[in-house]
Nanobody
Framework: QVPLVESGGGLVQAGGSLRLSCAASGRTFNNYGMGWFRQAPGKEREFVAAIRWISYYADSVKGRFAISRDNAKNTVYLQMNSLKPEDTAVYYC???????????????WGQGTQVTVSS
């Protein structure tokens, strides 16, 4: 088990920034690829970014979002800049034994944090 707890969501105006955090429990955090996904109302959960030794991004966030991790703190971050109304969604942190962009390859999920971007 890898319990995950997200924080940092909120309401922000278009063009603004937010930083999401995901704190993991357990001693094996270093062994996991960590990902961020998001789900907007009425839409499927979609990949945003992932990191292990390298990082991947969805095209829709490339150049605006940055994923990072602090293994000493068992925490992964998602820095979101130049936010757009279409970024509004519940953002989920997830852990995988792989570095993957596929939702079905993630074994552990957080409860999600709401991000709302107003126009």
């Amino acid at each position: 088990q890898v319990p995950l707890v997200e924080s940092g969501g909120g309401l922000v105006q278009a063009g603004g920034s937010l930083r999401l955090s995901c704190a993991a429990s357990g001693r094996t955090f270093n062994n996991y690829g960590m990902g961020w996904f998001r789900q907007a109302p009425g839409k499927e959960r979609e990949f945003v970014a992932a990191i292990r030794w390298i990082s991947y991004y969805a095209d829709s966030v490339k150049g605006r979002f940055a994923i990072s991790r602090d293994n000493a703190k068992n925490t992964v971050y998602l820095q979101m800049n130049s936010l757009k109304p279409e970024d509004t969604a519940v953002y989920y942190c997830a852990a995988s034994t792989k570095l993957s962009t596929r939702r079905d390859e993630y074994d552990y999920w957080g409860q999600g944090t709401q991000v709302t971007v107003s126009s």
